[in-house]
């Protein structure tokens, strides 16, 4: 069993900037787990945001993310951060943790993968 937690979330102006971060626990973790976030805001279908292979190497990121928002980890601490900068309105979503150690996809929204945290909410006021 894996156990993820988010924090960092919160309130702020857009342009402005969060980092959000993911720390994972468990007997079965190991630093062979890919970590992302995945966002849902109200209303919408959950988004792919950022994803980093367990090497930490190897980085994907959302196409409406991309240049402004980046993934980082620590496998020491078995942490996952996420970096947010120059944030819009349409960033405001619940942020959810993700880990996979199996290969699964990571398409569709994440339907396929199956360690999740609760997810910690981001609101971007104009």
């Known amino acids: 069993q894996v156990q993820l937690v988010e924090s960092g979330g919160g309130l702020v102006q857009a342009g402005g900037s969060l980092r959000l971060s993911c720390a994972a626990s468990?007997?079965?973790?190991?630093?062979?787990?890919?970590m992302g976030w995945f966002r849902q805001a109200l209303g919408k279908e959950r988004e792919f945001v950022a994803r980093?292979?367990?090497?930490?190497?190897?980085?994907y990121y959302g196409d409406s993310v991309k240049g402004r928002f980046t993934i980082s980890r620590d496998n020491a601490k078995r942490t996952v951060d996420l970096q947010m900068n120059s944030l819009k309105p349409e960033d405001t979503a619940r942020y959810f943790c993700?880990?996979?150690?199996?290969?699964?996809?990571?398409?569709?929204?994440?339907?396929?993968?199956?360690?999740w945290g609760q997810g910690t909410l981001v609101t971007v006021s104009s």
């Open positions: 993700a880990a996979d150690s199996k290969g699964l996809a990571w398409s569709d929204g994440g339907r396929w993968l199956e360690n």
């Open positions: 468990g007997r079965a973790w190991s630093d062979y787990y890919d």
């Open positions: 980093i292979k367990w090497s930490g190497d190897i980085k």
